[in-house]
């Protein structure tokens, strides 16, 4: 079952979508910010990461540069979640408009879950 990271500081709309993920049989874990959201994804990493760009403290964009230069969690797949579309190139990550659809959403997740699935999650050793 994957473990899926929602961080919004929107406690309506990180209500809705845990119920809707774990509704699709994912596990959920959240967080209000960006500092507490890389500190939950450093002690359990999880599968996914959802993240809105607005925050207080730490925002989206910030959280994904600090994921990237992870070396456990850069290769953990990033939607960025936000109603600010001039962001969708900055990232580097995938984008996702905010517009309150949850079968949208939902197909977006699958997608890069099953994405990620090809991937390796954690660097190869050494030889």
């Not at 990461?49 to 730490?58: A, E, N, R």
């Not at 197909?107 to 050494?126: H, K, N």
């Amino acid at each position: 079952m994957a473990l899926i990271l929602l961080v919004d500081d929107d406690s309506t709309l990180l209500e809705i979508y845990t119920e809707a993920l774990r509704g699709e049989g994912w596990e959920v874990a959240s967080a209000r910010d960006g500092e507490m959201a890389l500190a939950l994804a450093q002690a359990l990493p999880p599968d996914l990461i959802l993240t809105d760009v607005s925050m207080p403290g730490m925002n989206g964009l910030e959280l994904c540069r600090h994921l990237r230069a992870d070396e456990t969690l850069r290769h953990v797949p990033r939607i960025v979640h936000s109603s600010m579309e001039r962001l969708a190139s900055l990232s580097g990550d995938v984008f996702l408009r905010k517009s309150g659809d949850l079968t949208e959403l939902l197909a977006c997740i699958t997608r890069c879950l099953s994405q990620s699935s090809l991937v390796p999650t954690m660097p190869a050793a050494a030889a």
